[in-house]
């Protein structure tokens, strides 16, 4: 009577089906990191697995279909590869970088202004102390009797 070997048939198909659904997780995820089209023909082809084995594994099948709806959904722009998508954080980052600059934009603007202002009233200032001839109104009625130089001609 030959010996029952069904254990270790049964042991063989059980680490076959486990690695072959490690390649298929590790497809999946490489895919999608990399934003190339989730579907079932490229994940059997790079897992090495064949699509009527990922259609009867409910899971994969799930996830692939969620992943295909999300690339569908996407807009027409190439998909950003999932090691550059940006986190809550890196995104809170930049908020908080551009808060910063915002505040130091206004601090210099507010400056620019203060001493515009300065110049412009010291400016106003010196008009209203200098004598009358060398204001610009002035000068045009104090000019109106001369005659007026003429540019020289070039040859």
Do not use: C
């Not at 190339?36 to 099948?61: E, I």
């Not at 300065?118 to 000019?143: H, V």
């Amino acid at each position: 009577m030959r010996a029952d070997n069904s254990a270790h048939i049964i042991a063989a198909a059980r680490r076959r089906s486990d690695a072959a659904r490690r390649r298929a997780v590790t497809a999946l995820r490489s895919l999608d990191a990399d934003g190339q089209p989730v579907t079932f023909s490229t994940v059997a082809s790079a897992a090495g697995v064949s699509r009527s084995w990922l259609y009867a594994q409910d899971d994969l099948r799930e996830q692939i279909g969620r992943l295909r709806t999300r690339q569908q959904q996407a807009p027409s722009s190439p998909p950003v590869p999932g090691r550059q998508r940006a986190t809550p954080a890196s995104l809170l980052r930049r908020l908080e970088a551009a808060t910063a600059r915002i505040r130091v934009l206004e601090s210099e603007n507010r400056q620019l202004r203060e001493a515009l202002e300065r110049a412009l009233g010291e400016q106003r200032a010196t008009a209203i102390r200098s004598p009358a001839t060398t204001r610009p109104e002035n000068r045009e009625q104090k000019n109106a009797g001369r005659p007026s130089e003429k540019p020289l001609e070039v040859p």
